[in-house]
């Protein structure tokens, strides 16, 4: 059932049923209609209330919608049946009451919400904007400024902070369908009270103020088309009557409907709600119960780990080898809840709460009664062996034993455990209290629960979990290695450094590769490319980074790496005597350097990633190329517009394109690491795309 009509007395109740979000699908567009009819043939009717069951509010539009052409009737006929209704219409809002649901909420004469529901118009993550009159009525309800914002930012907003903004006419406790007719009775017989109604003055918005809010959203949103076409379509909305103000909307609607970036959101979208749905994991597989962790070592990642279930109300134990190193962990946890707090994010009471949290110990013993313990200590398979061999002797029985490793066997290291089931990874990403995603790794042994767990305990921390399995590096950093080569290799072959990281940059990406390496530090993999023969590809790419560290250029941390950075700035300059170690390593090279263009930097650096993300599928090593393009948003900063590398390989660039620049650059440069992936060939082969990889 999708709808049906109450009356209560002369109150009429269009209700809205279709689990679980109540999305609006052509059902219930319907079923609106078909509401208002019968109220405004009822007499007896004076005024109508829309309301849902359910947990929520109308929580968006159907996203089985998405790929196909909308089926009639269009949620703006159902916004059209709703301005041109005699009677008074009363929004009941309990939930979220986003996109095309808060814009059903906006064509109504007024808005009661419970205090706990969020309203919002989200639409900008999927590249669009309100194409419903959000645009038009919201800046006319709550003035031109925070409307912008909030479209913006597509972030849901509080119904208290909502009705502060005057977006929502009155809070209600208890009953809301009984307050919500309560309210309607009072406004019977009123003259319609419609959004679509109200003028802005004219100095409602001060002079310069569209293009100021171009500037600043171009920087912060940069490279984003729909948040520009937001702007335009509020600007409609301050200088244009109504109705030519929905049609300018709709017009950019379109615009931003036919950008690329839209598909690229969408998938986002689509790809984040696929990366729980785990091949050969029933539904009927419970999480362990989970009501304490323990970390072990408290440096930057242990302290940032041990923030997220702190953050989350789950007390965390964190282990250190010594109280200075206890000591300076935990000060450093608090001077970050007390930045958040600077900014008005946290107050004093939340800090102390969550450091309440966090109880410090020297001892593996205290670590006996956790659910969860997750190592954070070096990266070196001696270190992890004696950590684990004394987690088997304190844990008690049935706790997960996890590890942060980003690239070593989690098979050998459960190995080192009586319970191997028990074991898996659990690898955040730096720094760990900030970034959204957690790559959980599958080993060979590890039970179907622990898995459920983790993923379940990702969800709790408001992390991402990505399932990977059990390989060198994983998805994101085996990926990685092919990225940072060619970052390499081009500065090398003739290319600056800042020119590689500019592309980078101008692509999208945070940060350029080799500033990453400054920042991560130039010294992590000195060692084992030290190990190396020299003529192999790997200490070849690495070459100029191995000079550097000899020098004592580590990256940002010696305030000197591939750039200079001054003291107190972490703005990178360009450095002389990086450009001389360069152009004396490629001659001892017998490298000829020569001119290098964005497009090849971008193609090489982007397709050595994607190659090896082709083999990463073909190994089974992830379920989805999907589930490599959330690792490569939420871990690496690639940008959400472009969807993902594998993405941006598939639709972007074309696959028969990407598998004939990878033989391109393997017929200049020698096979290398150009060998086609055989998954890619043998998709391109039967004009498939990735979706059909596995």
């Known amino acids: 059932m999708s709808g049906r009509f109450e009356a209560r007395g002369d109150v009429g109740i269009i209700w809205i049923d279709n689990p679980p979000v109540n999305a609006i699908s052509q059902a219930v567009r319907v079923a609106l209609l078909d509401g208002l009819k019968q109220a405004g043939a009822d007499s007896a009717i004076k005024a109508v209330v829309i309301a849902c069951a359910g947990r929520t509010f109308m929580a968006g539009a159907d996203i089985t919608e998405f790929n196909g052409p909308m089926k009639s009737p269009g949620l703006p006929e159902v916004i059209d049946a709703l301005d041109a209704f005699s009677?008074?219409?009363?929004?009941?809002?309990?939930?979220?009451?986003?996109?095309?649901g808060f814009e059903v909420a906006l064509a109504c004469d007024y808005r009661v919400a419970l205090p706990n529901a969020q309203v919002g118009l989200p639409e900008v993550k999927l590249g669009l904007l309100p194409g419903a009159g959000g645009t038009?009525?919201?800046?006319?309800?709550?003035?031109?400024?925070?409307?912008?914002?909030?479209?913006?930012?597509?972030?849901?907003?509080?119904?208290?902070?909502?009705?502060?903004?005057?977006?929502?006419?009155?809070l209600v406790e208890g009953d809301l369908t009984e307050a919500a007719v309560a309210f309607a009775r009072e406004k019977s017989g009123s003259p319609r009270r419609r959004v679509r109604d109200r003028s802005l003055t004219a100095n409602a918005v001060p002079a310069g103020f569209f293009d100021e809010a171009r500037r600043r959203i171009a920087k912060e949103k940069r490279?984003?088309?729909?948040?520009?076409?937001?702007?335009?379509?509020?600007?409609?909305?301050?200088?244009?009557?109504?109705?030519?103000?929905?049609?300018?909307?709709?017009?950019?609607?379109?615009?931003?409907?036919?950008?690329?970036?839209?598909?690229?959101?969408?998938?986002?979208?689509?790809?984040?709600?696929?990366?729980?749905?785990?091949?050969?994991?029933?539904?009927?597989?419970?999480?362990?119960?989970?009501?304490?962790?323990?970390?072990?070592?408290?440096?930057?990642?242990?302290?940032?780990?041990?923030?997220?279930?702190?953050?989350?109300?789950?007390?965390?134990?964190?282990?250190?080898?010594?109280?200075?190193?206890?000591?300076?962990?935990?000060?450093?946890?608090?001077?970050?809840?007390?930045?958040?707090?600077?900014?008005?994010?946290?107050?004093?009471?939340?800090?102390?709460?969550?450091?309440?949290?966090?109880?410090?110990?020297?001892?593996?013993?205290?670590?006996?009664?956790?659910?969860?313990?997750?190592?954070?200590?070096?990266?070196?398979?001696?270190?992890?062996?004696?950590?684990?061999?004394?987690?088997?002797?304190v844990a008690k029985k049935g706790a997960i034993l996890a590890s942060n490793t980003s690239y070593l066997s989690i098979d050998t290291i459960a190995g080192y455990t009586s319970r191997p089931e028990d074991v898996l990874g659990m690898h955040f990403f730096s720094p760990a209290n900030v970034m959204k995603l957690l790559e959980v790794v599958r080993g060979a042994r590890t039970a179907p629960d622990v898995l459920a767990t983790a993923l379940d305990v990702a969800k709790r921390i408001k992390k991402v979990g990505v399932v990977a399995g059990n390989r060198h590096g994983f998805i994101g950093n085996r990926m990685l290695e092919g990225y940072m080569r060619e970052g390499s290799l081009l500065v090398l072959e003739g290319a600056t450094p800042q020119q590689v990281d500019q592309a980078l940059v101008k692509f999208g990406m945070p940060m350029g590769v080799l500033q990453m390496g400054d920042l991560a530090g130039l010294d992590i993999g000195y060692r084992s490319r030290k190990d190396r023969d020299p003529a192999t590809f790997e200490a070849r790419a690495g070459a100029v980074a191995d000079k550097l560290v000899e020098l004592g250029r580590?990256?940002?941390?010696?305030?000197?790496?591939?750039?200079?950075?001054?003291?107190?700035?972490?703005?990178?300059?360009?450095?002389?005597?990086?450009?001389?170690?360069?152009?004396?390593?490629?001659?001892?090279?017998?490298?000829?350097?020569?001119?290098?263009?964005?497009?090849?930097?971008?193609?090489?650096?982007?397709?050595?990633?994607?190659?090896?993300?082709?083999?990463?599928?073909?190994?089974?090593?992830?379920?989805?190329?999907?589930?490599?393009?959330?690792?490569?948003?939420?871990?690496?900063?690639?940008?959400?517009?472009?969807?993902?590398?594998?993405?941006?390989?598939?639709?972007?660039?074309?696959?028969?394109?990407?598998?004939?620049?990878?033989?391109?650059?393997?017929?200049?440069?020698?096979?290398?690491?150009?060998?086609?992936?055989?998954?890619?060939?043998?998709?391109?082969?039967?004009?498939?795309?990735?979706?059909?990889?596995?």
């Open 87 to 100: 009677k008074p219409v009363v929004a009941a809002l309990h939930g979220t009451a986003f996109g095309g």
């Open 136 to 170: 038009q009525r919201l800046p006319r309800l709550v003035g031109v400024e925070p409307a912008l914002q909030a479209m913006v930012s597509g972030d849901p907003i509080p119904a208290p902070v909502a009705h502060g903004m005057g977006a929502i006419d009155k």
């Open 223 to 393: 490279n984003l088309f729909s948040p520009q076409r937001i702007v335009d379509a509020v600007e409609a909305a301050a200088t244009l009557p109504f109705d030519p103000g929905i049609q300018r909307e709709r017009d950019l609607f379109l615009e931003c409907a036919r950008n690329p970036q839209s598909k690229a959101l969408q998938h986002v979208f689509f790809a984040e709600r696929q990366v729980s749905k785990i091949p050969g994991l029933p539904s009927e597989v419970k999480p362990r119960p989970l009501q304490s962790v323990a970390i072990i070592g408290a440096g930057t990642m242990g302290g940032g780990i041990a923030m997220n279930f702190a953050n989350a109300g789950i007390p965390v134990t964190l282990l250190e080898v010594n109280q200075e190193g206890l000591d300076r962990g935990l000060g450093v946890i608090r001077k970050n809840y007390e930045a958040t707090a600077a900014k008005g994010k946290l107050t004093a009471e939340q800090v102390e709460t969550r450091m309440g949290l966090i109880t410090p110990t020297l001892s593996y013993d205290a670590l006996a009664h956790a659910d969860l313990v997750i190592e954070a200590v070096f990266e070196t398979l001696e270190v992890k062996k004696k950590v684990f061999e004394t987690l088997d002797r």
């Open 554 to 694: 580590l990256g940002q941390k010696t305030q000197a790496g591939y750039y200079d950075y001054p003291p107190g700035n972490r703005t990178p300059v360009p450095s002389g005597v990086v450009a001389k170690v360069i152009e004396e390593t490629a001659a001892g090279q017998g490298i000829q350097r020569r001119d290098i263009s964005e497009q090849e930097i971008l193609e090489r650096c982007f397709l050595a990633m994607v190659n090896i993300g082709c083999e990463v599928l073909r190994e089974g090593i992830a379920y989805r190329s999907s589930d490599l393009d959330i690792v490569y948003l939420y871990g690496y900063g690639f940008p959400a517009h472009r969807g993902g590398p594998m993405f941006w390989a598939e639709h972007e660039l074309g696959l028969p394109q990407a598998l004939e620049k990878l033989r391109e650059y393997g017929r200049e440069q020698g096979p290398r690491w150009w060998t086609p992936s055989p998954l890619l060939e043998r998709l391109v082969a039967e004009g498939k795309g990735f979706a059909q990889a596995v």
